[in-house]
């Protein structure tokens, strides 16, 4: 298939129509992507149709359900080439992966003396279940920091990697920069001295193909409705042994082998990771997003973001005054930048009045506002559905605030 982005958006309803009397023009999807008919419409037809619990019911629609439900696990290990179904557990988000492998891993595998190696530019959901483990293991969190672009201070990892570091957990593709990490590079680093890695994949997931055999990743963590799906589901991605060797963190139905009152125990991964009844529904969603994704064709949507990208930097730089913040070598499709005199939600609010959403704030990176000196950015992101005429409409509204601001 061709690579026609009016076709694509003509999927999107949530595209559709006005915002503040102009055209709605979408440039958040870093925060939270549109839902295409595709997803629409599969969650639907669930709904009315098909909708029964999983692994319970011993009636057909239940077992049509489980059988659904199974098959999207399959589906998301396709996603990301993972070499079995049993390698994918369903998870509420991103940040409820990354807990995952905290409270289980975390709390099986570290103890006083260890150390778990973050990096300067983390989302928070990858910061605070490390602090929060690391005070219950004594454990203890190490950062490698940033150079001035937002890229990783590649010399300083060397440095603070040795064999103390048991766990490498670090972002694909950091939201608040773009930055690309060389994730497969570190996976071999983090290996070299014994420590596994676990990839923060929510930003990267839904712009480039993920093959965690190829990564080599122990971890990889990535949210539902990023990648076009539905909120309330995520992925965590685990190799089986690493899997194998965790317990439980939540108990409840359907992570157990037998239970009486003395003693309980568990089911094989992924369901021993999965205590109580699923999000069905979204898991199914989510499966229909990752082919829909994939039917667009990678190298397709690589192209076509990437010159969108080149258009919106170009454009950008034209504006009188605007600093961006994140220009490392390696970058995604995020658009980071402050302005003189207008705060970041000075900007976003008059964006909003042109029909155009972005977002302003610390993108739940904290530390990385601080590195660059700042409060909050003011962050453009795209989508599949993005176009000329929306980065067009950003700029003219970025000219108008240098205007009021200036
Ligand atoms: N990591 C990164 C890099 C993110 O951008 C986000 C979402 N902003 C998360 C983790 C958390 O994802 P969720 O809120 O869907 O759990």
């Known amino acids: 298939m061709t690579f026609n982005v ?19 023009t979408y440039l958040d999807s870093g925060a939270t992507a549109q839902k295409p008919l595709a997803v629409i419409e599969r969650m639907d037809r669930f709904l009315r149709s098909e909708y029964g619990t999983v692994h319970r ?3 057909a629609r239940s077992v049509d359900s489980t059988r659904a439900y199974e098959q999207a696990r399959v589906s998301v290990a396709r996603f990301l080439t993972a070499p079995d179904e049993k390698n994918i557990v369903f998870t509420m988000g991103c940040t409820d992966a990354i807990n995952l492998v905290a409270w289980s ?4 595998h570290l103890k006083r003396g260890d150390r778990v190696l973050i990096t300067g530019m983390e989302h928070h959901a990858n910061i605070v279940p490390w602090q929060i483990t690391a005070e219950l293991t004594g454990a203890e969190l190490v950062v490698c920091p940033i150079l001035d672009d937002g890229s990783l201070d590649m010399e300083a990892f060397d440095r603070l990697l040795d ?14 920069l773009g930055t690309i990490n060389p994730v497969k590079l570190l996976a071999q680093k983090a290996h070299a001295v014994g420590a596994k890695i676990l990839l923060d994949a929510a930003q990267s997931a839904p712009h480039m193909p993920l093959d965690v055999v190829d990564l080599d990743c122990d971890f990889l963590a990535f ?5 076009y799906g539905p909120t309330g589901i995520g992925v965590l991605y685990g190799k089986s042994d690493v899997l194998e060797s965790m317990p439980p963190w939540r108990g409840g139905g359907e992570m157990i082998e037998k239970v009486t009152f003395e003693k309980t125990t568990f089911a094989p991964p992924p369901a021993r990771f999965e205590a109580g009844t699923p999000p069905i529904v979204e898991a199914i969603g989510l499966a229909t997003a990752c082919e829909w994704l994939g039917s667009l064709g990678w190298a397709d949507i690589h192209a076509a973001e990437r010159d969108l990208y080149a258009y919106a930097e170009a454009k950008l730089a034209e504006i009188p005054g605007l600093r961006r913040i994140g220009t490392a070598a390696e970058r995604s499709t995020v658009l980071s930048f402050t302005m003189p005199n207008a705060h970041a939600s000075d900007i976003s609010s008059i964006l909003d009045l042109e029909g155009v959403a972005i977002r302003a704030g610390h993108h739940c990176a ?9 409060t909050a950015t003011a962050r453009a992101t795209l989508g599949v559905y993005s176009t000329r005429e929306d980065i067009d409409r950003l700029a003219a509204g970025l000219r108008k605030v240098a205007e009021l601001f200036g």
């Open 57 to 59: 019911g011993l009636y």
């Open 223 to 227: 949210a539902g409705h990023k990648v």
């Open 163 to 176: 064999s103390r570091v048991k766990l490498v957990s670090l972002i694909h593709v950091a939201n608040s």
């Open 6 to 24: 009016q076709a694509i958006r003509a999927q999107f309803p949530g595209l559709q129509g006005l915002a503040n009397g102009k055209p709605f």
């Open 366 to 374: 904290q530390p990385v506002m601080q590195r660059f000196g700042v």
């Open 105 to 108: 891993w975390g709390r099986k």
